[in-house]
């Protein structure tokens, strides 16, 4: 039984509303929890009043849950199975609602496309026969024309010269600062290269990512227990208190050098 429905007080209860409940019982704004997680408000408030529709793909949803369930404080694993459930008994009552003016509007129907079938049918079949009869008789009654057959004329094959060989093209240059990030966990990051505007995304377990900058990489890390991290093949040891956001994470030539790259 989904945990809104254990109120015993009659009131109608779903999903978003029980979020809702847990946070302004721990008297937690949505806006500290968007400002904690880097979540966007806009998504935020859509968990909570239940617009599944306007939320991204569902392992980014997945990752919302679990980023508003570390600041509320609630078990991520059951929020994020709570809500795939949510989710699911949604799109079951969606589709069998639409099953059925489908399922009528075919029957009124059947008859008269059966019958424009049938009768396309016998026209093209009926014109492929008068073809095929036209093209034997007029075969049968043309004499085959005579034709005189002459030697080919021997032609010499052209000379030509060989191409010249392609001269060979150099290498691109190697980034000096080369960043992996490999995911152990689903993690929001934002990523910020050589001063240029920030990126931000969701990734999900299994992925990883390649950063090559000319001098420095900012990084701010939803998750940073579910990630390991490389610079320029050499493992860099990560530091973060756990359950919380790594914020601007800075490395550099100066970091690559200190660990032999």
């Given at each position: 039984?989904?945990?809104?429905?254990?109120?015993?007080?009659?009131?109608?209860?779903?999903?978003?509303?029980?979020?809702?409940?847990?946070?302004?019982?721990?008297?937690i704004?949505?806006?500290?929890?968007?400002?904690?997680?880097?979540?966007?408000?806009?998504?935020?408030?859509a968990?909570?009043?239940?617009?599944?529709?306007?939320?991204?793909?569902?392992?980014?949803?997945?990752?919302?849950?679990?980023?508003?369930?570390?600041?509320?404080?609630l078990?991520?694993?059951?929020v994020?199975?709570?809500?795939?459930?949510?989710?699911?008994?949604?799109?079951?009552?969606d589709?069998?609602?639409?099953?059925e003016?489908?399922?009528?509007?075919?029957?009124?129907?059947?008859?008269?496309?059966?019958?424009?079938?049938s009768?396309?049918?016998?026209?093209?079949l009926?014109?492929?026969?008068?073809?095929?009869?036209?093209a034997?008789?007029?075969?049968?009654?043309?004499?085959?024309?005579?034709?005189?057959?002459?030697?080919?004329?021997?032609?010499?094959?052209?000379?030509?010269?060989?191409?010249?060989?392609?001269?060979?093209?150099?290498?691109?240059?190697?980034?000096?600062?080369?960043?992996?990030?490999?995911?152990?966990?689903?993690?929001?990051?934002?990523?910020?290269?050589d001063?240029?505007?920030?990126?931000?995304?969701?990734?999900?377990?299994?992925?990883?990512?390649?950063?090559?900058?000319?001098?420095?990489?900012?990084l701010?890390?939803?998750?940073?227990?579910?990630?390991?991290?490389?610079?320029?093949?050499?493992?860099?040891?990560?530091?973060?208190?756990?359950?919380?956001v790594?914020?601007?994470?800075?490395?550099?030539?100066?970091?690559?050098?200190?660990?032999?790259g």
């Open positions: 039984m989904p945990p809104w429905e254990n109120r015993g007080d009659g009131d109608a209860a779903s999903f978003g509303s029980w979020l809702r409940r847990q946070r302004e019982a721990r008297e704004s949505l806006r500290e929890i968007a400002e904690t997680s880097k979540i966007s408000l806009r998504y935020l408030e968990l909570e009043e239940d617009r599944f529709d306007v939320l991204p793909a569902p392992v980014f949803a997945r990752g919302f849950l679990r980023e508003y369930s570390k600041v509320v404080g078990d991520p694993d059951e994020v199975n709570t809500y795939l459930a949510a989710l699911s008994g949604g799109a079951d009552d589709s069998e609602s639409k099953v003016p489908v399922r009528n509007r075919g029957s009124r129907r059947d008859w008269g496309y059966g019958l424009l079938l009768l396309a049918i016998a026209l093209l009926g014109l492929v026969a008068l073809l095929a009869f036209w034997e008789r007029r075969r049968a009654t043309t004499p085959p024309p005579q034709v005189s057959i002459a030697p080919p004329p021997v032609v010499a094959p052209p000379v030509t010269a060989p191409p010249p060989a392609a001269a060979p093209q150099p290498a691109p240059p190697e980034a000096p600062l080369r960043v992996s990030l490999d995911f152990t966990a689903d993690c929001w990051i934002e990523v910020a290269s001063g240029k505007a920030r990126a931000s995304e969701l990734r999900a377990r299994g992925e990883t990512l390649e950063i090559e900058a000319a001098q420095v990489v900012v701010t890390l939803g998750n940073p227990e579910g990630v390991r991290i490389e610079v320029n093949g050499h493992p860099f040891p990560l530091q973060a208190p756990a359950g919380k790594l914020h601007d994470l800075r490395i550099d030539l100066e970091t690559a050098k200190g660990l032999g």
